[in-house]
T-cell receptor, first 114, second 111 residues
């Protein structure tokens, strides 16, 4: 079946612009996660959704970052007034149930802020 | 919250040798420990996982061991091949909490 998909695969933007990143989880998966991976670094947890609610937003780096999920499926991660330090690969993952379950990752969106 | 440490950060082995990557976790309530392999330009892919009711799990050339008392778990790759070269991440989670990842190990297998 189809895996997790993300769009766009690459995004180049100018400092100060807003960007939206999209994640389509595996059908039927109730949990959805966003991670950030800076060049050569590990995975940094940002936020996860259980259904449409986000019990843990502790990983969001600043109030410029927000995420929503509608219909228990697609999620968008929005970064407002982008900064150069926001440049990274943003990974989305989904799992059948929250935590203690296998997460399946999408290919990521590479964001470059000029 | 959970804190996961992973060692070494880089590992270079000769083809055919074994590779071992070790992780420690802080929260004794964690009960799920997956390992992910990330190749250049791709998202992490699950290669093996273990739950806290099991001490060891093996899948062909890959094995994972878990020591709950010491709160550490390890990935073992035997008969390494050049295509095993990648970054490997360990992770830990418990029910009702999000998954925490180690910083990653870059494995290079020299032909």
């Amino acid at each position: 079946g189809a895996g997790v998909s993300q769009s766009p695969s690459n995004k180049v933007t100018e400092k100060g612009k807003d960007v939206e990143l999209r994640c389509d989880p595996i059908s039927g998966h109730t949990a959805l996660y966003w991670y950030r991976q800076s060049l050569g670094q590990g995975l940094e947890f940002l936020i996860y959704f259980q259904g449409n609610s986000a019990p843990d937003k502790s990983g969001l780096p600043s109030d410029r970052f927000s995420a929503e999920r509608t219909g228990g499926s697609v999620s968008t991660l929005t970064i407002q007034r982008t900064q150069q330090e926001d440049s990274a690969v943003y990974l989305c993952a989904s799992s059948l149930v929250v935590a203690a379950d296998t997460q399946y990752f999408g290919p990521g969106t590479r964001l470059t802020v000029l | 919250g959970e804190n996961v440490e992973q060692h070494p950060s880089t590992l270079s082995v000769q083809e055919g040798d074994s590779a071992v990557i070790k992780c420690t976790y802080s929260d004794s309530a964690s009960n799920y420990f997956p390992w992910y392999k990330q190749e250049l330009g791709k998202g992490p892919q699950l290669i093996i996982d273990i739950r806290s009711n099991v001490g060891e799990k093996k899948d062909q050339r890959i094995a994972v061991t878990l020591n709950k008392t010491a709160k550490h778990f390890s990935l073992h790759i035997t008969e390494t091949q050049p295509e095993d070269s990648a970054v490997y991440f360990c992770a830990a989670s418990m029910i009702g909490d999000d998954m925490r990842f180690g910083a990653g190990t870059r494995l290079t297998v020299k032909p």
